[in-house]
């Protein structure tokens, strides 16, 4: 997790010591607030810990899709199977068609 207590630095900073962050990014697994006079800029973080981060937003993402769907069956908006894989068929032959 940010800590904006220490995890804010100058991007030159970040640009003098280069290999001493890279170090700290991939040994703490947080991401690093750079700012440009003053104010925040950019947001470095280590390759690991943004797969993670990536991986957690698309289950995230997934979740509120599964939640929406079953919401749609409890209000009854929902179709026959035969129904959507006609609809399947139609789009499929029309971009054959193509």
Request: no cysteine; glycine share 4%; charged share 35%.
């Given at each position: 997790?940010?800590?904006?207590?220490?995890?804010?630095?100058?991007?030159?900073?970040?640009?003098?010591?280069?290999?001493?962050?890279?170090?700290?990014?991939?040994?703490?697994?947080?991401?690093?607030?750079?700012?440009?006079?003053?104010?925040a800029?950019?947001?470095?973080?280590?390759?690991?810990?943004?797969?993670?981060?990536?991986?957690?937003?698309e289950?995230?993402?997934?979740?509120?899709?599964?939640?929406?769907?079953?919401?749609?069956?409890?209000?009854?908006?929902?179709?026959?199977?035969e129904?959507?894989?006609?609809e399947?068929?139609?789009?499929?032959?029309?971009?054959k068609?193509?």
């Open positions: 997790m940010l800590d904006l207590t220490n995890d804010i630095d100058s991007l030159s900073e970040f640009k003098r010591r280069t290999p001493e962050f890279i170090r700290r990014l991939k040994a703490e697994g947080r991401p690093v607030v750079l700012t440009v006079n003053g104010k800029e950019v947001v470095v973080q280590d390759a690991a810990s943004y797969q993670r981060l990536v991986e957690i937003a289950r995230v993402e997934r979740m509120d899709a599964l939640r929406a769907s079953l919401e749609d069956m409890k209000a009854g908006r929902v179709s026959p199977a129904d959507m894989l006609a399947m068929r139609r789009i499929l032959d029309a971009k068609a193509r």
